[in-house]
């Protein structure tokens, strides 16, 4: 038997158990793999959520496995339990889940085995401390257990499948699970087990037997490449080992709560339990958003920038609620850096952006939230008082859309004072802006996913040759006809097709597919698109003639032009990065691109925007680099030895051991699997379109290079000789006739609207007669068709002066559904507790509007001009009968 790590009786850090499980099971042959990235390359989940995450393509069967075991401290986050965090022992957003993998290799016997060597010989958990569970119908992990583990029956607990039983979908690979169980309290005897009891036990192993397939009829058959999947959660070994009472109070968290009490001037272990709860949500939270912002996730409305965002906000509102003033959340993330950087050096790495985001999150939500908490503090007053129990959506939207409130963190909010939240109101109010539950990928439809998930049992990945060649012959390993798996397909349909080996690059890294056809003696294929599925390469297009079956030798041809644009844009993003870097600011990273054949468009980290000086300086940069003619240095080469050669990585970008760098040299070098042109003097032109601000800190730079470029120019040109011809000038003298033009016309509007005031005060004199005597004082109201809303106050204020003593309403519709209102009161309106301001305000809300203004003189605005009469017959109604 394979020697363990020397163990010792000293209690254990948190980073000791990490290295101690990973130790242990290199000494078994399993090759130590790096945490993945919390950006998934699996297109149905947003974020990493389990340890297996990674390996699930192997798992289905669509990957070959590099080695036979493999071991992992993996980052997860989840966040389906975020109101439980820091309310229970053991919930968290951010966690490391350790594992041990074997990819048809060893099977139930050695994985037990090797689990309870581990807790026992090596963590030295007490046996008789340790219950363990099964699938109730897995006789086989039982008898393991029990004979040749020496675990008392009474001790094997057997489970229904929905505790025990894993599964990847309603069909595929799947297995029965066995987990390990720590009893905290061993004393209250054996008789009454319920592994539920979270005060008593504790769930820290569990392990997957992949053994069986699930067909669509569910009946189970044995897999041929039977595998172990494992998950050790860190911080819940850290609680056992450590001896505190929750995951929280371990050296993997409690630094970042006693920083964060620290700023609050608070001692964690002499405050309340409410206290407790928020301090336990930052420690928590703080170790999520720094490692989400590590990754590459920058906060945004929607999918995975979503959850950063939500999960900001929750921190800096715990903060306050424990009296911490102002910013503070990169001191926390400091905290959570030192923790994280030994075995996740990119946190390090990428301290400035970490805390850059941070800061501008924090400083974004800080803005608003003083005012949006007292909004909601009314909002709580008043339901609270009405005793209708819930926010209604339109309120809580407010509170989304103009303070910056998560749904989620009103809810939780609501929840605290015994209130709900009307969800489907907030959703209808919502209405296109809201989508933060998407996926910001675009995938291929989830069906062809799940046929192929089962396909990959049948078939081998899918060889890519589109680096040396623009043609191949290829064999047909699968059709799929609108997501099913069929033998053949004819003419006229939509399919998606998966050859043994293509020259067609597949959507990735930013790139678009290649298009083209397959052709055979009797059939041809458009191809439109192609799309990758872990490493099958789907191709997408419509069969033009003839029919296609499964296992016909087709010839795949790219086309080419597209190709060479496509390679064009794709070395010109690299070249912009280089010179974003060179002269604007060295700490830019990319946050997004797409390289298409008619244009680039490139995202990165940038706190401000470009000046037009440093856009054109980028610009003819690029320009300079591709008239020098840089060749391409392509080589593959270890990972480890592509960062050291100092190769930019891209985040959200998934890099095997052997990676592929694109050097031009002196100028760019980055890992890729793009394609590229093999000299920069062959993409010709680049040109920047457009700098933009997509998201906060975030800029966008859109451009074209090679032939686009011409076409983008012809564009432009037919525009300029086009208004050449209408204003009869030069085009270097048509921006000085467009400014005298513009100053033209707003002579002219301005004389415009002078009339239409002087008209509308004419209109308004008319009015006089209308009049209604209100004790000593004069009230009109009245509406003015077709009236801007400057022209209705004017009239207002000099009726008002013609009456003396009174109150003078006037409305107007001068855009269609659009209205307008004002109220002039005079001062001895005024004198009787009337004020315009929330006189007209509260009639503005009968027309589906507000506004508001000054005692005196106020203005107000709506959407329902349909309304307009019945607000004005209320107002005239409200100052007859307060003025009497």
């Not at 029965?176 to 005060?199: M, N, T």
């Not at 059939?523 to 419509?542: A, E, N």
Request: hydrophobic share 40%.
């Amino acid at each position: 038997m394979a020697k363990s790590p020397t163990s010792t009786t000293k209690v254990m850090s948190g980073a000791q158990i990490r290295q101690t499980f990973l130790e242990f099971y290199a000494a078994r042959g399993h090759a130590i793999k790096p945490s993945a990235s919390l950006v998934p390359e699996d297109p149905t989940v947003l974020l990493t959520i389990a340890g297996m995450l990674p390996f699930k393509p192997i798992f289905l069967g669509q990957r070959q496995a590099d080695v036979p075991r493999a071991t992992t401290s993996q980052k997860c986050i989840r966040t389906n339990d975020i109101e439980n965090v820091g309310r229970t022992a053991r919930h968290h957003t951010f966690f490391e889940m350790l594992g041990n993998f074997s990819f048809g290799d060893y099977f139930k016997e050695q994985a037990i085995a090797w689990a309870w060597e581990l807790s026992t010989d090596v963590f030295k958990l007490p046996a008789h401390r340790l219950v363990v569970s099964v699938f109730r119908e897995d006789d086989e992990a039982f008898a393991i257990w029990r004979d040749q583990i020496g675990i008392p029956p009474h001790r094997i607990l057997r489970m229904d499948e929905a505790d025990n039983f894993w599964t990847s979908g309603p069909t595929g690979p799947c297995g029965p699970c066995s987990e390990i169980y720590y009893d905290f309290h061993p004393e209250l005897g054996d008789d009454l087990i319920d592994l539920e009891d979270d005060s008593r036990f504790i769930e820290f192993y569990n392990l997957v037997f992949m053994q069986y397939n699930r067909d669509a009829a569910g009946h189970l058959t044995l897999l041929q490449s039977q595998n172990i999947d494992t998950g050790l959660g860190l911080e819940r070994m850290a609680q056992i080992l450590q001896k505190v009472p929750n995951n929280y109070e371990t050296d993997l968290i409690f630094p970042i709560i006693e920083t964060a009490a620290g700023l609050a001037g608070l001692s964690y272990h002499k405050a309340d339990e409410p206290t407790k709860v928020s301090l336990k949500v930052i420690g928590d939270h703080g170790r999520a958003v720094m490692h989400m912002i590590a990754d590459g996730i920058t906060a945004a409305n929607v999918g995975r920038g979503y959850v950063l965002r939500r999960l900001i906000r929750r921190v800096v509102r715990h903060g306050r609620l424990i009296g911490i003033e102002g910013a503070f959340i990169s001191q926390v993330a400091e905290t959570a850096i030192q923790l994280a950087e030994t075995p996740f050096p990119n946190t390090r790495e990428r301290e400035a952006v970490i805390k850059a985001e941070l800061d501008r999150e924090e400083a974004r939500f800080l803005e608003t939230l003083e005012r949006g908490e007292k909004l909601l503090a009314e909002i709580l007053k008043r339901e609270t008082q009405d005793q209708d129990g819930q926010i209604s959506g339109t309120d809580a939207f407010v509170l989304y859309d103009t303070y910056g409130f998560p749904l989620e963190l009103t809810q939780e909010i609501a929840e605290e004072h015994g209130l709900t939240v009307d969800a489907a109101g907030f959703e209808a109010a919502m209405e296109e802006q809201r989508q933060r539950s998407k996926d910001a990928h675009e995938t291929i439809d989830l069906t062809v996913q799940g046929s192929l998930d089962a396909l990959g049992q049948h078939i081998h990945s899918t060889k890519f040759l589109g680096y040396s060649t623009a043609s191949s012959t290829s064999r047909v390993e699968a059709i799929l006809v609108q997501g099913m798996a069929v033998e053949q397909a004819e003419a006229g349909q939509e399919v998606q097709i998966v050859l043994d080996q293509t020259p067609f690059y597949a959507e990735s890294g930013g790139q678009i597919g290649d298009r083209g056809y397959f052709s055979g003696e009797s059939v041809l294929v458009r191809v439109q698109d192609v799309k990758k599925d872990s490493d099958f390469f789907v191709h997408m297009g419509r069969i033009d003639r003839g029919t296609l079956a499964v296992g016909d030798s087709v010839t795949a041809q790219i086309d080419r032009a597209c190709r060479r644009r496509a390679q064009a844009n794709h070395t010109a993003t690299h070249l912009l990065q280089a010179a974003l870097k060179k002269l604007v600011d060295p700490d830019i990273s990319q946050a997004g691109s797409l390289v298409a054949f008619d244009r680039l468009r490139f995202d990165f980290n940038c706190p401000r925007s470009l000046t037009a000086e440093e856009v054109q300086q980028v610009e003819e940069q690029v320009n300079v680099w591709i008239a020098e003619g840089h060749a391409a240095d392509v080589t593959v080469m270890p990972l480890e030895a592509a960062k050291a050669k100092g190769a930019i990585a891209m985040f959200g970008e998934k890099y095997s051991a052997e990676v592929r760098v694109i050097d031009f040299p002196g100028v760019s070098m980055e890992l890729c699997g793009g394609t590229h042109v093999n000299n920069t003097a062959e993409i010709g032109l680049f040109k920047i379109i457009s700098e933009t601000g997509v998201a906060a800190g975030i800029r966008r730079i859109e451009a074209v290079a090679g032939p686009a470029v011409l076409e983008y120019l012809n564009v432009r040109e037919a525009v300029v000789r086009d208004l050449s011809d209408r204003f009869k000038a030069k085009p270097e003298e048509l921006p000085e006739r467009i400014t005298t033009l513009q100053n033209d016309l707003k002579t002219a509007q301005k004389e415009l609207d002078a009339l239409k005031s002087e008209l509308a005060v004419l209109k308004s004199e008319q009015l006089l007669a209308c009049a209604e005597a209100a004790g000593s004082h004069q009230v009109l109201v009245a509406e003015l068709e077709g009236v801007s809303a400057d022209a209705l106050k004017s009239a207002a204020e000099r009726l008002l002066q013609k009456l003396g003593s009174g109150a003078v309403v006037l409305g107007s519709v001068p855009e269609s559904e659009k209205v307008s209102l004002v109220a002039a009161f005079s001062p001895e309106v005024v004198a009787q507790k009337l004020q315009a301001g929330k006189f007209i305000g509260e009639i503005a809300k009968l027309c589906g509007g507000g506004g508001g203004g000054r005692p005196n003189l106020a203005q107000a605005g709506g959407r329902d001009a349909l309304k307009l009469p019945e607000a004005l017959a209320t107002a005239k109604q409200q100052l007859l009968a307060s003025l009497k």
